[in-house]
């Protein structure tokens, strides 16, 4: 049997880290992976703009390249967008939203870090989870644009001052009392800079992202429909992977440090019609 097609999608590179988990736990699949760069960051697009967005990009881009199963592995636009999405496609859909309820779970002294982009932070859904899963914990939140910044550049070759950390963290670090010790890592670039975060504090943290999650329901997803359908599971060998992207990098070097970080990918530029 082919292998099932799976198609990531993030504003940025951010997204590779919820790859990571996928392909750990289901490695017969075969990625393609899309992210619109031309407008990152996706945290301060006006909502109707950004539902527009996605629609149009990721229709034409499964026109070419047809996808069993899209994860949205960005968390602006599955807090904004995942329900219209879910209306306008067929296959199923998977998104990412901040680990609230297992952030509760691990917590010993009952304060939580979220640390996302400003959208996300300011998002009723967010505040929503906060309140179906986090009563009687206090739940901090930071929102940066400036850390998923930084996460791209380290992932491009480019060295991360610790400082410019620090300063996005600074709020938690000066109250020693009432310091979280989880932090869940409401965006999909973080986890790349997590090494980072993690310095910036004097005392052990616990880390939650949503990846691992995420794998999990796509091998469930793609288990049941191999169930569905009577399919034999796919072979177990090794895929060919694309990533596309929307705007050229001005910088080649850039791009030729993302290839060697990731090698089981081909990049290329993706044309479309723009909005």
């Known amino acids: 049997m082919p292998a099932k097609r799976v198609l990531i999608f993030d504003s940025g590179v951010g997204g590779l880290s919820v790859y990571q988990q996928i ?9 393609h992976y899309l992210f619109d760069n031309a407008y990152f960051p996706y945290g301060e697009l006006p909502h ?20 069993d199963l899209l994860v949205i592995a960005c968390n602006s636009a599955s807090t904004v967008a995942l329900e219209a999405l879910r209306k306008h496609f067929s296959i199923p859909i998977v998104g990412v939203v901040p680990a609230i309820k297992p952030a509760t ?70 109250n020693e009392h009432n310091m979280p010790d989880t932090i869940v ?23 939650v992202d949503s990846g691992a999650a995420i794998a999990v329901r796509v091998k469930q997803l793609l288990t049941l429909d191999h169930k569905a359908l009577k399919l034999s599971p796919c072979n177990k060998t090794k895929q060919e992977h694309q990533a596309f992207y ?23 530029r993706m044309t479309f019609c723009d909005l």
């Open 23 to 31: 392909i750990k736990l289901t490695p017969s699949i075969k990625c």
């Open 48 to 67: 109707l703009q950004l539902i527009k967005r996605l629609i149009q990009l990721l229709s034409e881009f499964m026109s070419q390249h047809p996808a």
């Open 105 to 174: 779970l691990i917590t010993q002294n009952n304060v939580i870090g979220l640390l996302a982009t400003p959208g996300t932070i300011e998002r009723a859904y967010t505040t929503t989870l906060i309140e179906q899963f986090a009563t009687g914990k206090t739940v901090l939140r930071i929102g940066s644009t400036k850390l998923v910044t930084l996460a791209e550049d380290k992932l491009i070759g480019k060295s991360i001052n610790l400082n410019d950390v620090k300063a996005v963290v600074s709020p938690w670090l000066k």
């Open 185 to 207: 890592l409401g965006c999909t670039h973080f986890p790349l800079i997590k090494d980072e975060i993690e310095a910036c504090f004097d005392r052990p943290i616990y880390f």
């Open 246 to 268: 929307t705007k050229n990098f001005t910088n080649t070097e850039h791009l030729s440090t993302l290839k060697c970080s990731f090698a089981e990918y081909s990049f290329q």
